[in-house]
């Protein structure tokens, strides 16, 4: 299990640049394993074309490496917080892709102005509080999921599976690695989108309570019918 983890964690990192979400090495993505208690993540500052999967870390959920000989990511601390406390979430990406981290620069959430959002997102994507200086100068990426797991008091975060970190960029997350790339392929075309809407609207305003419901839960719902029934 261990060896499929890190080949999926891998191959999630490899599509970052598929989908032109980061240059050079910037963004991460990671996978746990909660019946082994074992996280891998991608080592840090490793070029994704020179990535395999024995290049991969894997730690504990404290962040000690079990195995690997390059350092990890320097996000680990914010990914392994918020796996402590996303306890239904199985792989998390974080990228610097353009549009989103355009939002989270400016501390904005994305507001939600049509059904293509609506259709992955149950409402605005957050966006956190600006971190204070103390919480930057100590232990700064783990105050970074702190700062995550704040903001989504009262949301669950399977119906938002991404949050903008402010002055910083997107972190998304899913039921596993590739899962996790997706939303944030996802989070970065309506990033662009809602850019768009109010350039040519700055008055827009959003999308209305009945159909935000009808886009998120046909897809996402107890009664979903978008899509194949799998026997």
């Not at 995550?148 to 910083?168: C, E, S, W, Y």
Request: with cysteine; glycine share 8%.
């Amino acid at each position: 299990m261990q060896e499929e983890l890190k080949k999926s964690v891998c191959d999630a990192n490899i599509e970052l640049q598929k989908h032109k979400l980061v240059i050079f090495s910037w963004g991460n993505v990671s996978g746990i394993d909660r019946s082994a208690g074992i996280v891998v993540i991608k080592p840090s500052g490793v070029p994704y074309d020179d990535l395999t999967p024995d290049k991969m870390v894997v730690l504990d959920i404290e962040g000690k490496v079990i195995e690997g000989t390059l350092n990890p990511s320097s996000d680990t601390p914010t990914h392994l917080e918020l796996y402590r406390n996303f306890k239904t979430i199985g792989g998390i990406c974080h990228t610097h892709s353009p549009s989103a981290t355009m939002w989270a620069q400016a501390c904005k959430e994305i507001p939600c102005f049509g059904t293509t959002h609506a259709d992955n997102f149950y409402g605005p994507v957050p966006v956190t509080d600006i971190m204070t200086s103390e919480e930057i100068h100590e232990n700064y990426e783990l105050n970074t999921g702190k700062v995550i797991i704040k903001r989504f008091t009262g949301l669950d975060p399977m119906q938002m599976p991404a949050v903008l970190v402010a002055n910083h960029g997107p972190f998304t997350w899913g039921a596993d690695p590739a899962a996790a790339v997706e939303e944030n392929v996802v989070l970065e075309q309506i990033a662009t989108m809602a850019l768009g809407t109010i350039t040519i609207n700055p008055d827009q305003g959003p999308i209305n309570r009945a159909l935000l419901d009808k886009h998120y839960l046909r897809k996402h719902g107890k009664n979903a019918y978008y899509g194949q029934t799998r026997g």
